[in-house]
């Protein structure tokens, strides 16, 4: 077990069994003002988020002891701490699968120090703004209460379906959405299989919030889901 605490840091559990790995993200996240503890086993890992009281999870899928999905579930059965899970590269399904177990971003391996912090920092936006009703994003604004959406201040038109699949990839902003959980929030568990209704909507959605010169907004991950763009910097 590895405890590094700053003064006042964020919590952040590691719970990773390949030494090299847990040891970067210890010394990155140390370096970064973060308070970190890191557990090699599913066992301690899940002791460790009770004792330590984390407020994000860096939580790696291939553990020794138990699989990272059934540590996830065992979080989530208490837990609304915010998770990233470690994956294979190329392994999209162990994605797909986390994410709608609740998972809230995931990173692939090898990742960059950049890449590592933007995802903390997007776990920490999402857990500060769950209960907000007017939410802010780069250019784009939306009033969840009065069902009204501006862009750089002004009033856009969306349909009823085109609001609820911006209100949910705002919600979670930063973060991939998989298809699977747009289309049961947005049209229900009978359409889970109906990836073309997404795309289409997805497509009039972009079209609606397009800005000459500027980068798409929602960022498709193949296979998976989408993403609005992170607009913060480093």
Request: a neutral charge.
């Amino acid at each position: 077990m590895s405890d590094t605490r700053a003064l006042g840091g964020t919590r952040v559990l590691v719970i990773e069994d390949e030494k090299s790995v847990s040891d970067f993200l210890v010394s990155t996240l140390k370096a970064h003002q973060y308070a970190v503890r890191a557990e090699p086993t599913a066992t301690a890992g899940l002791q460790a988020a009770v004792d330590f009281r984390p407020e994000v999870v860096i939580l790696d899928l291939g553990l020794p002891d138990m699989s990272g999905l059934a540590v996830l579930e065992k979080i989530r059965s208490w837990s609304k701490v915010s998770v990233i899970v470690l994956t294979a590269s190329g392994s999209d399904q162990d994605k797909v699968e986390a994410l709608d177990s609740g998972a809230d971003d995931y990173l692939t391996k090898p990742f960059s120090v950049p890449e590592l912090l933007a995802r903390i920092r997007v776990a920490l936006r999402h857990s500060a703004s769950k209960d907000d009703t007017r939410i802010t994003h780069g250019r784009i604004e939306i009033d969840l209460d009065g069902h009204r959406v501006f862009l750089d201040k002004r009033p856009i038109k969306l349909t009823a379906t085109e609001f609820d699949i911006l209100r949910i990839l705002l919600k979670n902003s930063g973060k991939v959405v998989t298809h699977r959980t747009l289309l049961k929030e947005v049209w229900g568990p009978n359409s889970v299989e109906h990836t073309q209704y997404l795309r289409v909507y997805v497509g009039y959605l972009r079209k609606k919030l397009a800005v000459p010169g500027a980068a798409d907004l929602i960022v498709t991950e193949p296979g998976i889901g989408y993403r609005l763009l992170d607009v913060t910097s480093d």
